[in-house]
């Protein structure tokens, strides 16, 4: 007669249950990778109004899992690095610890919405440095800086810059971010254009041709009602360029010029 590991059979019985009560829970937030290697992960969020912070939690399940051992669990976050990872890290360890040989998904998954919900709450707005201006043929355009580590404190720094009336209304406010995630060595960047076809695109390559990081760039620009033509992007890259190095994101020695040939290609209106 085979020996039967009851051990192990009770582990799988209640790793089954377990996923099928996290799967009832979090419907499309629950995601099975391997059934089989009993890989899965969870999509959780911080519950707020965009934005919102992110986290991705990857989990293995030993075959003695929970009798005897701990899930083997990976954090996928952007925002997350240094301290925060490692404390959050500690209280999933902890939690388990309290709850050695029980079912300690839930608690983790929720451990993780809290941490991220209190992170929220806590951030700080950046410093938002202001550079000079560049006028030409009446059109004027001015940057703005500020440190950035999430897409929250993106929009942080947006909605700050909006309420100032002048700056709301621009007739353009050209932005572009690059944030550096170390743990998976990649950038997450965006830019926009508002209104001014490309100039958003043209912005985020100077950050990338630079290899600037962790910083959030705003070129405003008042039309005057003269068309500039391919200058107004020479404009709005220069006043970007000059507060990336007023503020020592770059040096002046190694800054290099931003190609503006062959604007046609991409359909832009000659303003």
């Given at each position: 007669m085979a020996n039967i590991d009851v051990g192990n059979a009770g582990d799988l019985q209640s790793q089954i249950e377990e996923v099928e009560a996290l799967s009832s829970i979090y419907g499309d937030e629950w995601c099975v990778?391997?059934?089989a290697a009993r890989i899965f992960c969870i999509k959780i969020t911080d519950d707020i109004d965009y934005p919102k912070l992110k986290a991705c939690l990857q989990i293995i399940l030993p075959h003695d899992y929970p009798s005897a051992a701990p899930p083997v669990y990976q954090i996928n976050a952007a925002w997350l690095r240094g301290p925060d990872r490692k404390?959050?890290?500690?209280s999933l360890e902890e939690l388990y610890v309290e709850n050695t040989g029980e079912n300690i998904l839930y608690l983790w998954v929720e451990k993780v919405r809290e941490f991220l919900l209190e992170k929220s709450q806590n951030e700080e707005l950046p410093p938002i440095k202001l550079g000079e201006t560049i006028t030409e043929r009446r059109s004027t355009f001015q940057p703005h800086?500020?440190?950035?580590?999430t897409p929250r404190q993106v929009r942080m720094v947006l909605d700050?810059?909006?309420e100032n009336k002048k700056i709301a209304s621009a007739t353009h406010n050209i932005y572009a971010y690059r944030i550096?995630?170390?743990e998976k060595q990649s950038f997450l960047q965006d830019c926009e254009d508002d209104g001014e076809t490309a100039a958003g695109g043209r912005l985020l390559h100077l950050l990338q041709i630079l290899d600037v990081r962790n910083v959030l760039v705003v070129v405003s620009r008042w039309y005057g009602g003269i068309l500039l033509g391919p200058d107004r992007f020479k404009h709005i890259n220069n006043?970007?360029?000059n507060i990336?190095?007023?503020?020592?994101?770059?040096s002046s020695a190694v800054r290099p010029s931003l190609p503006i040939s062959n604007v046609s290609k991409f359909g832009i209106s000659p303003q």
């Open positions: 990778i391997d059934e404390t959050l890290s500690n800086l500020a440190p950035v580590v700050k810059l909006f550096y995630c170390e006043s970007a360029r990336l190095v007023q503020e020592g994101y770059t």
